[in-house]
């Protein structure tokens, strides 16, 4: 086993990163993007997606990000049943990686679902950055938990997206670590720019009081609450943006103070959340919310907005212990705390956010994470070397 070394780059040692993941690159701007694109800086990342089927023979559509990150979408045909799936995908992604000359590299899986996917390959160290509890999600696979058994027998790291999900793995695997949701506070901070932002068409004919989200919209919404804050408050317009997933659409309450914006793109996110008088995080408490972390806390702090949201384990503590996030569980809870965030003292909580955001972003994340794989590979390369001497 080589790796090759480059001493006057941050990392002392380049290796490629093959990444397999039950969400695409282009759904939804969050953990995995931020932490890959700091990756692709460094080394080349190969995101490997779930199939889409057509009529063609099994082959990798692969286009490369703003990034530069390689993102591979394998295309199978339409009759390929499910057993044939893995077959099928271990013999490309073995083809895949040995056409970009990937002779050092580490696998990252964001799920074990793809794991015999990658049965061909050797690589320096395996990673399973554990980002949510995906077996408590709707529709999830009944094999996940076995494959997830099988990929805590073969990881030699361990990530996990929250420090509730990190209390759970670390019972379950020696070299647990957990790394929350982190957050780029220049590009939230935009929101703060006052008149300089620009409001975006879909958003600037909506009245005040503004409630946002963004955010997925699927079995993790309180969707009742949603209706029952909106009834309570007529006079309050409540904004939902981002894609509907695993719900219909039909299910989500309509209301002439309820606007559902659609998807947004990462970059679009900031001219939203500053025309917002208040950001809200709406999560129902069920199996699906028990481990999560969400990534928009800090973000909505970052962009200098007074939060509500939902007894999420993971809000509460630190962001509700510290004062920063207020939590409500009814709709009378939730419309009283937004009355009060849209009444609070604005200048002392931006400062006393940016204060906690201070030591939070996904560089630093990026760098401890990038520390444990290097030591990884050092000691995997060191036991290779003692077992063929």
């Given at each position: 086993?080589?790796?090759?070394t480059?001493?006057?780059?941050?990392?002392?040692?380049?290796?490629?990163?093959?990444?397999?993941?039950h969400?695409?690159?282009n759904?939804?701007?969050q953990r995995?993007?931020?932490?890959?694109?700091?990756?692709?800086?460094?080394?080349?990342?190969?995101?490997?997606?779930e199939?889409?089927?057509?009529?063609?023979?099994p082959?990798?559509?692969v286009?490369e990000t703003?990034e530069g990150?390689?993102?591979?979408?394998?295309?199978?045909?339409n009759?390929?049943g499910p057993?044939?799936?893995?077959?099928?995908?271990?013999?490309l992604?073995?083809?895949?990686?040995?056409d970009?000359?990937?002779?050092?590299?580490?696998?990252?899986?964001?799920?074990?679902?793809?794991?015999?996917w990658?049965?061909?390959?050797?690589?320096l160290?395996?990673?399973?950055?554990c980002?949510?509890?995906?077996?408590?999600?709707?529709n999830?696979?009944?094999k996940?938990?076995?494959?997830?058994?099988?990929?805590f027998?073969?990881?030699?790291?361990?990530?996990?997206?929250?420090r509730?999900?990190?209390?759970?793995?670390?019972?379950?695997?020696a070299?647990?670590?957990c790394?929350?949701?982190s957050?780029?506070?220049?590009?939230?901070?935009r929101?703060?720019?006052?008149?300089?932002?620009?409001?975006p068409?879909?958003?600037?004919n909506?009245?005040?009081?503004r409630?946002?989200f963004?955010g997925?919209?699927?079995?993790?919404?309180?969707?009742?609450?949603?209706?029952?804050?909106?009834?309570?408050?007529p006079?309050?317009?409540?904004v939902?943006i981002?894609?509907?997933v695993?719900i219909?659409?039909d299910?989500?309450?309509k209301?002439d103070?309820?606007?559902?914006?659609?998807?947004?793109t990462?970059?679009?996110l900031?001219?939203?959340?500053?025309?917002?008088?208040v950001?809200?995080?709406?999560?129902?408490?069920?199996?699906s919310?028990?481990?999560?972390s969400?990534?928009?806390?800090?973000e909505y702090?970052?962009?200098?907005r007074?939060?509500?949201s939902?007894?999420?384990?993971?809000?509460?503590?630190?962001?509700?212990e510290?004062?920063?996030?207020?939590?409500?569980?009814?709709?009378?809870?939730?419309?009283?705390?937004?009355?009060?965030?849209i009444?609070?003292?604005?200048?002392?909580?931006?400062?006393?956010?940016e204060?906690?955001?201070?030591?939070?972003?996904?560089d630093?994340?990026y760098?401890?994470?990038?520390d444990?794989?290097e030591?990884?590979?050092?000691?995997n390369e060191?036991?290779?070397?003692e077992?063929?001497?």
């Amino acid at each position: 086993m080589s790796v090759t070394t480059f001493p006057n780059s941050k990392s002392a040692t380049r290796y490629g990163v093959v990444v397999f993941s039950h969400l695409r690159w282009n759904f939804v701007f969050q953990r995995p993007q931020h932490l890959l694109s700091r990756f692709a800086k460094q080394h080349d990342v190969l995101f490997i997606e779930e199939p889409v089927f057509h009529d063609g023979d099994p082959r990798f559509v692969v286009t490369e990000t703003k990034e530069g990150v390689e993102v591979a979408v394998p295309h199978l045909r339409n009759e390929t049943g499910p057993d044939e799936v893995d077959r099928i995908m271990k013999r490309l992604v073995g083809e895949l990686v040995a056409d970009r000359n990937f002779t050092d590299y580490i696998t990252w899986y964001y799920t074990p679902m793809m794991l015999e996917w990658s049965e061909r390959l050797h690589p320096l160290a395996t990673i399973y950055d554990c980002m949510d509890e995906l077996s408590a999600f709707k529709n999830a696979p009944e094999k996940l938990k076995l494959r997830e058994a099988e990929l805590f027998g073969l990881a030699d790291l361990v990530f996990t997206g929250g420090r509730s999900l990190y209390e759970v793995k670390r019972e379950q695997h020696a070299a647990v670590y957990c790394f929350p949701s982190s957050i780029d506070v220049k590009h939230f901070g935009r929101a703060l720019e006052g008149d300089s932002v620009t409001e975006p068409d879909d958003q600037k004919n909506i009245t005040k009081p503004r409630i946002g989200f963004f955010g997925v919209i699927d079995e993790r919404t309180d969707i009742e609450l949603l209706r029952q804050s909106a009834e309570l408050r007529p006079e309050w317009q409540f904004v939902m943006i981002g894609p509907v997933v695993k719900i219909s659409e039909d299910e989500l309450p309509k209301a002439d103070n309820i606007h559902y914006l659609g998807g947004k793109t990462y970059d679009e996110l900031p001219g939203y959340i500053a025309g917002w008088d208040v950001a809200m995080m709406p999560f129902a408490i069920n199996e699906s919310t028990r481990f999560i972390s969400p990534t928009k806390t800090p973000e909505y702090l970052a962009a200098g907005r007074p939060v509500v949201s939902t007894p999420i384990r993971d809000v509460v503590r630190p962001y509700g212990e510290a004062g920063l996030v207020r939590i409500a569980s009814t709709a009378e809870e939730f419309v009283r705390a937004i009355d009060e965030s849209i009444k609070e003292n604005a200048e002392e909580r931006i400062q006393k956010a940016e204060e906690f955001l201070a030591a939070m972003s996904w560089d630093k994340t990026y760098d401890a994470m990038s520390d444990l794989i290097e030591e990884t590979i050092v000691a995997n390369e060191k036991r290779s070397i003692e077992v063929t001497v």
